[in-house]
């Protein structure tokens, strides 16, 4: 088994930054990618960007690019996400995903592990 732990985030005023933490612990060798998705009130589960261990290749979706970046640290198990010019329209939980393939998924469906998320709130 893989626990995800997110930390990092919070409220922001629009224009600012936060940057989002994941830590995997346990089983961590089946790891093959991990991932960022976000969920605000009433809306689906959205995938916003993943990392693959091998190589450090990086993916995004097609919101909010440009202004999210992800990042890792594989000795430490961990994975960022770097958010610059926060916008209201970014309000969600942003959870942490690791996946057991070597393929990168962009579905919710292609992730084994989730964190608990950590809600992020920018206010205008």
């Known amino acids: 088994q893989v626990q995800l732990v997110e930390s990092g985030g919070g409220l922001v005023q629009a224009g600012g930054s936060l940057r989002l933490s994941c830590t995997a612990t346990g089983r961590t060798s089946s790891i093959y990618s991990m991932a960022w998705f976000r969920q605000a009130p009433g809306k689906e589960r959205e995938f916003v960007a993943a990392?693959?261990?091998?190589?450090?290749?990086?993916y995004y979706g097609d919101q909010p690019k440009g202004r999210f970046t992800i990042s890792g640290d594989n000795a430490q198990n961990t994975v960022y996400l770097q958010m610059n010019n926060l916008e209201p329209e970014d309000t969600a939980a942003y959870y942490c995903a690791a996946g057991s393939t070597i393929v990168v998924f962009t579905t919710a469906s292609g992730y084994t592990y989730w964190g608990q998320g950590t809600p992020v709130t920018v206010s205008s």
């Open positions: 990392l693959r261990w091998a190589g450090g290749s990086t």
